[in-house]
């Protein structure tokens, strides 16, 4: 899914070619996390993301000896404009917030939602790849 719209404070100059940085990476690392996910044996298939989305109630907690539900991972061009809009928020509100938090999430939710005929794409949908994008910090 490819999309033109962005934020009304984006700017290509700016985020554009930040973005055209970072992005191979991020597609890197995207396809290691498609193969590091794996099932069989003992795998409880279970991430830091997994905890913290169970500590929160926000993710079922299944029986200790049960793996967590398989990962239904899509394709790159589903997450990378998500991925786009999360790590050039940063640039945006990076200084104001430094670590995500609910009024950045009332930020990019409503400035996402602006653009929802564009996008396509309900913010519950895209949350998690937007916040991955706003809390990655590439290597330099």
Do not use: C
Not at 7 to 16: A, I, L, R, T, Y
Request: charged share 30%; hydrophobic share 30%.
């Amino acid at each position: 899914m490819q999309t033109s719209w962005h934020p009304n404070w984006w700017s290509d100059e700016v985020h554009g070619i930040e973005w055209s940085r970072v992005r191979e990476a991020l597609r890197r690392d995207w396809e290691q996390t498609k193969k590091d996910l794996h099932v069989g044996g003992h795998e409880l298939n279970q991430s830091i993301g997994d905890t913290t989305r169970q500590v929160a109630g926000e993710e079922a907690l299944p029986p200790l000896d049960r793996a967590n539900p398989p990962k239904v991972i899509g394709q790159w061009d589903e997450i990378e404009f998500p991925l786009a809009y999360g790590y050039s928020a940063r640039a945006k509100y990076g200084a104001k917030h430094p670590a995500w938090n609910d009024g950045l999430e009332v930020s990019l939710r409503s400035d996402w939602e602006t653009g929802r005929d564009q996008t396509r794409r309900e913010w519950n949908d895209v949350k998690r790849w937007v916040r991955h994008g706003y809390e990655y910090t590439p290597n330099h």
